[in-house]
């Protein structure tokens, strides 16, 4: 079960790593809801954030933070962000929030990824959580019997449509043994925008609570 106070103290942790004139990535959840607010008591030493979701952007402009466009920042010192599993090695399920996308892409131009989670999200073999991949919505069915060929089970997402105007597919029953190689095989799939396994670009550091893992 998650953990809310664990989950408040890893936002909190993840302001050490935030430095002074930076532009910091932002995730998004619950638990980069905590983060936001941190950095919120800290806001007159940042220039801004570059967001991954209407979410995130929603709460960051609430606090007054100023939120930039990627295109216009470049490379990232730092991105936090949450996660719904991670292994041992710091690779991680996301997308639970749907944003998985954005997600991936902001995590890419950072040079650090802070990943913040309640011990609840530790697992040794990354699938329990449905694995979320955002399609395009002309390749659902298309996408779904890939999914089945592997023998996963896809349920569509539905009702909800990404930031980005697509959907999403959770599979079911796949223990992922070896998620770099299933995130290569799945990247290349024509439909499917993102899959939800960051192992090719796992977390540099994750943050159980305050501690580090
Ligand atoms: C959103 C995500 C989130 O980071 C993930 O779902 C964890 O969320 P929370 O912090 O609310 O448990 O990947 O797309």
């Known amino acids: 079960m998650s953990n809310n106070q664990e989950k408040r103290e890893a936002g909190e942790a993840a302001i050490q790593y935030v430095e002074d004139g930076a532009i910091i990535g932002v995730g998004t959840g619950s638990t980069v809801a905590f983060f936001i607010d941190a950095l919120a008591t800290m806001k007159d030493r940042i220039q801004g954030a570059v967001s991954s979701s209407e979410q995130s952007t929603a709460q960051l402009k609430k606090h007054g933070i100023p939120v930039f466009d990627l295109n216009a920042t470049g490379p ?60 395009i919505p002309m390749a659902r069915s298309l996408i779904g019997r890939e999914i089945v060929k592997r023998g996963g089970n896809p349920v569509w997402r539905d009702g909800v449509v990404t930031d980005n105007g697509n959907w999403i597919i959770d599979v079911h029953g796949w223990q992922i043994a070896d998620p770099v190689a299933m995130e290569t095989e799945l990247n290349q799939l024509p439909g499917i925008v993102s899959v939800g396994l960051f192992a090719r670009r796992p977390a540099d550091v994750v943050l159980i609570g305050s501690k580090v893992m």
């Open 76 to 135: 990232l010192a730092l991105y936090v962000d949450g996660a719904d599993e991670c292994d041992t090695h710091k690779r991680l399920i996301k997308g639970g929030g749907a944003a998985l996308t954005r997600e991936k892409i902001v995590a890419q131009a950072a040079q650090k990824f802070v990943c913040i989670i309640d011990s609840s999200k530790r697992v040794d073999l990354l699938g329990k959580f449905p694995l979320p991949i955002e399609v």
